[in-house]
Structures are given as C-alpha cells and as structure tokens.
C-alpha cells in the first residue's frame, strides 16, 4: 500500500486524528464520486471548477471541453488542487458550537498532461462512462471523429494527497450530555430513482438490464 509523504503542503493541521495519508482511502473517496472541483490560479485570480472525475490507477483523469480554460491550464503542466468531498451524515451536538457533518474528503496535488493520444483519450472516456454508468459505453453510438476533437482530457499525475474523515456521534462538553436537548446523528445518503425515459422512447422500449441493476445494487436491492 502507497502512503504519501506528510509534507507542509498536505499535512492536516486541525483535527489531525482524522488524517489519512495512505492512497487506498484518498483511492476510495475519488472513485465513490462522479464530481471533483480543481483549483488552480490564473495571473493572480483563484478559481475552483467543478467537472467530472475518473481514475487510472495512480492517475486522476478530469474531462470537459477541449477549450476550457482548466482543462488548457492543467494540461500545460500547471499545478493543481483536486478536492472531493461526500457528506454522510449531519451531528447534532447539544450546543450548536459542537455541530458537525460527518464526512469523506481528499485534497490531491499535481500536475497535469493534456492527453493528446486518440487511443489514449478514447480510453479514459470509457473510463468516464463507466465509472458513471457501468455497462453505457457498449449501448451508445460510438464518438464521430468531431466529437472525439471537441472533448478534452487531462491526466493528473499524484505526487502528494491527503484525506480527512469524520465519523461517529457528536462530541459534547461533559458538562452539556445531562442537559434537555436531542444529540446524535442524521444519515445523509446519495439515492438513484427510477430510470425515466424522455420522449424519444418507444413506448414499448424496456429500460435496459444494466440500468435496472445498477440502480437496485445502489439502493442494496
């Protein structure tokens, strides 16, 4: 297993005993989301762009338009920040002071390369499209030559992370846990509905297989 050197730059100052460095956890929170927000710094302004995310092994992979401003600032080789975050729960503390959110987050820095290869661009949007739907990328039409132009994607390699987790119940003062008010948690959990087809459906098109299964695995069906 990969631990990240702790380096002023991704050392986590406060509540340091929630601190991971090993790349198994920071692998787990990127692959359990969809969206990252990449910040990065033009002539002195800050911005912080949400997009899409995927993984190659050690390798972040960040997707949008070939012309977006953070795809060409990150793929000339610029340095960046990828955060991801997933709230799992609201803690609810006997004094509003010692109210928290349970939570998953990674802090990931790098630099990133413009995938300019076809055979290699190719790969990582299958790598999207299945991160985002496992199963999609063999029941869609295949990318026209044009299209294939105007995606753009980035590759990140990771030369240092962080992650920081929250979990449990809320931490009151021992002078407050007697008093009158409710403590404990409410879970906040990511749900799929059911799949809901648009009007260019046959009416006697069944939703696919896949679909059906990937919604009900979510759900613990």
Avoid at 15 to 25: F, G, L
Wanted: aromatic share 6%; proline share 6%.
């Amino acid at each position: 297993m990969t631990t990240y050197d702790v380096t002023a730059r991704n050392r986590i100052l406060r509540k340091s005993q929630r601190a991971h460095y090993d790349a198994d956890e920071v692998y787990a929170i990127v692959d359990a989301a969809l969206v990252c927000h990449v910040g990065y710094e033009i002539d002195g302004q800050p911005y912080a762009m949400p997009t899409l995310i995927a993984r190659d092994g050690d390798t972040l992979l960040l997707h949008g338009a070939s012309k977006s401003r953070t795809l060409l600032h990150a793929g000339a080789g610029n340095p960046i920040c990828v955060t991801v975050t997933h709230t799992d729960g609201i803690v609810l503390a006997r004094s509003a002071f010692n109210h928290s959110i349970n939570y998953r987050s990674a802090m990931i820095y790098g630099t990133g390369r413009l995938v300019a290869d076809p055979d290699e661009k190719l790969n990582a949007l299958i790598r999207f499209t299945e991160k985002l739907l496992p199963g999609r990328w063999d029941d869609t039409r295949p990318m026209t030559a044009q299209e294939l132009k105007a995606t753009g994607v980035v590759a990140v390699e990771i030369d240092g992370a962080s992650a920081k987790v929250r979990t449990g119940m809320p931490i009151d003062e021992p002078e407050d846990v007697g008093l009158p008010y409710w403590g404990g948690i409410i879970p906040v959990r990511q749900r799929l509905g059911d799949p809901v087809a648009d009007s260019h459906v046959p009416a006697d098109m069944p939703v696919p297989a896949y679909l059906l299964d990937y919604v009900a695995r979510s759900r613990g069906e």
